[in-house]
C-alpha cells in the first residue's frame, strides 16, 4: 500500500518562499496522478496541483499558477511544491495525494485522490 509522507512546512513571511517534500514510496500501478492538496482552517480541503507521474504533466489551481511548482524525483520516489510570493491566504496544512486516472475536470476535486499523507502546516505571516 502506498504510504505518504510529507515534510518541509513551517512559518514563513509573505512574500518568502518554501519548499515541501514528499516520500511517495513506490508507485502503484493505480497511482497516476500524485498531487498537492491543502486545507485552511476553518475550510474545506481544495486541490493546489497535481503532477501526471509517467509523463510528468503539471496542472495548478488558478490562485497558485505562477507562484508554485510542482515536480517530481521517480528514482528517488519524492514529490516537491516549490512555493514562492507566499501570500497569508496560503496558510494551510498541505498534504500530498495520489489518484489513478483523472480528466481535466476530476484532477481538481479533493475527493478523487485516495491516498493520502499526514500534511505539513504552513504558516505565512509577519
Known amino acids: 500500500q502506498v504510504q505518504l509522507a510529507e515534510s518541509g512546512g513551517g512559518l514563513v513571511q509573505p512574500g518568502g518562499s518554501l519548499t515541501l517534500s514528499c516520500a511517495t514510496g513506490?508507485?502503484?500501478?493505480?497511482?497516476?496522478?500524485t498531487g498537492w492538496l491543502r486545507q485552511a482552517p476553518g475550510k474545506a480541503r481544495e486541490f493546489v496541483a497535481t503532477i501526471e507521474w509517467i509523463y510528468g504533466d503539471t496542472y495548478y489551481a488558478d490562485s497558485v499558477n505562477g507562484r508554485f511548482i510542482v515536480s517530481r524525483d521517480s528514482a528517488k520516489e519524492m514529490l516537491y511544491l516549490q512555493m514562492n510570493n507566499l501570500r497569508p491566504e496560503d496558510t494551510a496544512v498541505y498534504y500530498c495525494?495520489?489518484?489513478?486516472?483523472?480528466?481535466?475536470?476530476?484532477?481538481?476535486?479533493?475527493?478523487?485522490?485516495?491516498?493520502w499523507g499526514q500534511g505539513t502546516r504552513v504558516t505565512v505571516s509577519s
Open positions: 513506490p508507485q502503484s500501478s493505480n497511482s497516476h496522478f
Open positions: 495525494a495520489t489518484a489513478g486516472w483523472l480528466s481535466e475536470f476530476t484532477r481538481r476535486l479533493p475527493s478523487s485522490y485516495t491516498t
